[in-house]
């Protein structure tokens, strides 16, 4: 069985990785073959995932699919076009029984060869704005999974299903895993910009930090591109004081060894979210505006309506308000504890991954 990923970006690149090691982990419940896997995308992304997963990367050039006047829009149409012919011939050449996508620009030229080719195709969509090439997709699509059920009305009823977001069981917390009302004396904050940062977060909590650091620990992810500035703003900022030991700044954070350890996330409202969710950890959510992202403010949204998150938008991101609203979440029992319940309650994320990998078996093995 061939097995075809393809998505563009982190937050569409390792919900891929988590769905094809469920794969792997049911082919060898099943005593099957081990399927072949491909990714088709402009990068590679992370090559030891990759490696992880015995997937063969194949370039597939891509352009982004602008909505806003650019000089580059020619060009990226053209690349885009280039892309869709490179895309038909090398899916032609691997013909695989199974398309699994993610969505983004660079996944386009490859489910627009997968239609000419007549090759099944599941997307999945972790939004509650779809995006353009996971809604145009879905008109064809064999499959369509959704983190969010607002969006179901968008697709074909009878292709749609509320899957949650799939997440690597890296990142997963064992079966019955509870959490309670931080009992230390200094509860750890975990600060999430991204993968690449946030600089309009990282500004906000270094805003705070001497202030902040009296009552609680802070944990940093600054993004690899901005931790060298952060470091000498925070040294200078924290020359003397008390608790500056109780800082930890750096690129990048591996999630998993934090969740269980921290108490509160201050995260953007990308997909990381359901895993803070599956961890029971209460979020300050802080969307990128609408003119930059068009879905993160409705995420953001959306999971403080189920009772996850406060949200708290760029625009009121002030010193005050921002301490009175971490405060608010860290020293209120009540409201702490409401918000692990309503996690508790939210609907799970954690079989997202089996669902869709049990799904793409199916349908690859009809075609073997």
Known sequence: MKIVLTGAGGGHFYPLIAVAERVRKEAFIQKLIQPT???????????????????????????????????????DIIKTAYGCVIAIAKLYAIYPDVVFAKGGYASFPTLFAARILSIPVIVHESDTVPGRVTKWAGKFATRVALSYPQVASLYP????????????????????????????????????????????????????????????DVVHQTGALNLDQVKELTSKILIGHEF?????????????????????????AGSSMFEMVEWRLPMLVIPIPE?????????????????????????NLGPNILLSTISRVLDDQTEYMNMVYKAEAMYTSREGATTIARELMRIGLSHI
Do not use: C, W
Not at 41 to 62: G, M
Not at 170 to 177: I, K, R, T, V
């Open 291 to 315: 003119t930059i992202s068009r879905d993160q403010r409705t995420n953001a949204y959306t999971m403080a309506s189920y009772g996850v998150a406060t949200v708290l938008e760029e625009n």
């Open 37 to 75: 896997f491909y990714f088709f995308s402009d990068a590679s992304y992370d090559e030891e995932a990759l490696y992880s997963i015995d997937a063969t990367f194949v370039q597939i050039p891509a352009g982004k699919l602008r909505v806003y006047p650019s000089l580059e829009t020619l060009t």
């Open 244 to 268: 500056k030991e109780h800082y930890f700044a750096d690129g990048f954070i591996d999630t998993a060894l934090f969740y269980p350890k921290v108490d509160m996330v201050i995260t953007r």
């Open 157 to 216: 009823s009878d292709r749609v299903a509320l899957t949650g977001q799939p997440i690597r069981d890296s990142l997963l917390p064992e079966e019955g895993y509870t959490r309670t009302y931080p009992h230390q004396k200094r509860p750890v904050i975990l600060v999430l910009g991204g993968s690449q940062g946030a600089q309009t977060l990282n500004n906000a909590i270094i805003s705070i930090l001497p202030t902040l650091l009296n009552s609680f």
